[in-house]
T-cell receptor, first 116, second 113 residues
């Protein structure tokens, strides 16, 4: 199973709502990632979890709150978002590289988020 | 200047044509990835290279480490190849926490029947 799944596929939320995005993988990968992608732009890294611990936070505003309940699941909790946060949110996973070779990242299909 | 530069930004081809997309980078890397993204979102990893050449079906990827350059070739292109192709590199860094990728801006490929 080389699939990363994400739910929901689409989400529309108001600026006062609280919602969560979910990501799941069953490849035994110990690194999981959240990316944000605006239209016609490459993905921007938001967070990286390694062994279920947050290892990289790319100065993301606190209205985005990641959580890794176990090695297969990754959540992104959303609260008080702004319209400019509307984007495609992608989850990915990979083996955890040492300082040597890199490992392939497997991406999910993304959640298209619209903030109204 | 971006650490990863792709060219061209947009490419339109006729079905059957041979296509080349280029990627140049300016820093030391441990690996280079070619990714494909169709309209609607999902990203598929096509290749991961650290040297030489890889082939999968009609797709060929090459990398020249000395020249810091990689190319993605598509032979006998087909309309279903229409997508955004993204070059991404893993920089040589001390961190071991995950595989941080630096992305190029992408190449929008349109193959007309």
């Amino acid at each position: 199973d080389t699939e990363v799944t994400q739910t929901p596929k689409h989400l529309v939320m108001g600026m006062t709502n609280k919602k969560s995005l979910k990501c799941e993988q069953h490849m035994g990968h110990r690194a999981m990632y959240w990316y944000k992608q605006k239209a016609k732009k490459p993905p921007e890294l938001m967070f990286v979890y390694s062994y279920e611990k947050l290892s990289i936070n790319e100065s993301v505003p606190s209205r985005f709150s990641p959580e890794c309940p176990n090695s297969s699941l990754l959540n992104l909790h959303l609260h008080a978002l702004q319209p400019e946060d509307s984007a495609l949110y992608l989850c990915a996973s990979s083996e955890l590289p040492s300082r040597g070779p890199a490992y392939e990242q497997y991406f999910g299909p993304g959640t298209r988020l619209t903030v109204t | 200047k971006n650490e990863v530069e792709q060219s061209p930004q947009n490419l339109t081809a006729q079905e059957g044509e041979f296509i080349t997309i280029n990627c140049s980078y300016s820093v030391g890397i441990s690996a280079l990835h070619w990714l494909q993204q169709h309209p609607g979102g999902g990203i598929v990893s096509l290749f991961m290279l650290s040297s030489g050449k890889k082939k999968h079906g009609r797709l060929i990827a090459t990398i020249n480490i000395q020249e810091k350059h990689s190319s993605l070739h598509i032979t006998a292109s087909h309309p279903r190849d229409s997508a955004v192709y993204i070059c991404a590199v893993r920089l040589v860094r001390r961190e071991t926490s995950g595989s941080r990728l630096t992305f190029g801006e992408g190449t929008q490929l349109t193959v007309n029947p």
